[in-house]
């Protein structure tokens, strides 16, 4: 059998660089070698350049797959959102939070308004930022949120997965209140802003303002104990403006916006 060590070097090289999984360097390297032999490149020059190249692409793909696993449903960033068309939004304070600060001070934001104002769209860029710069961060759906807490709980093993969620930077719980919430999901959801509490930050979008909150949890008294957890230190921005999904729909044609 012919061993690569017999081959050229130039041959041994992309072998190597190919079992590696090296693509970049492997592509560009005719390329180099020539540019090294006309005298263009320094060899130290063109092993800096490749190997840029290859940290380049592989600081984005981790990147890619860290806001993949994170669960956001869509993925937006500040610079898509058309802050003309939402001037309820307060645009200094949701950039202030993009620097994350606030995840840094375990601190919480709020994000009411009704259905397509842009809720979910902030609680996402915000995400991808806290993402870019190596936080942990989790996007839940509410109701599937308290549907986990559930299951775990049936199965015994609620102490494991609220420690799952603690453990994230940042928490962004999504639609809180689309779906009404029963006494055992109330008490999870009481159970699982207890441990994030002045721990940890949680974004929370919700269509109901903290007055409805005893309506959404079916009960004053687990209302307002949540309540109070998560205004305590949080950032409150309330979105007034219409549905950004109705735009385009001619005002006659829109209904209840
Ligand atoms: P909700 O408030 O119901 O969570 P979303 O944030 O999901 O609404 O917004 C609905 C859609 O409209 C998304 O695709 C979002 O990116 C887009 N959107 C909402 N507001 C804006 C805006 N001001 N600029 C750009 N896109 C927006
Ligand atoms: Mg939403």
Redesign the pocket.
Known sequence: MGSLDESSPYLRAQANLAELKLDRMCASMPDYVRMVSDGERDFAQAMAEMTQAEVGARRERVMRQRIRSSGFP?V?TLA????S??PS?PRAKVEELATLRFVDEAENVLLV?S????????AVAIGVEAVKVGREVRFCDCARLVDDLKDAASRGILKKRLQYYAHSKLLII??LGYLDIDEHGADLMFQLVSTRYEQRSTII?TNVGIGGWARVFGDDVAASAIADRVCHHCTLIK?TGRS??LKDVPSDRRKGD
């Open positions: 869509y937006k898509d959102f058309d802050w068309f939402q939004v308004g259905p397509g104002v842009g809720k979910t769209h902030l999504d639609e979008t979105i950004y999904r």
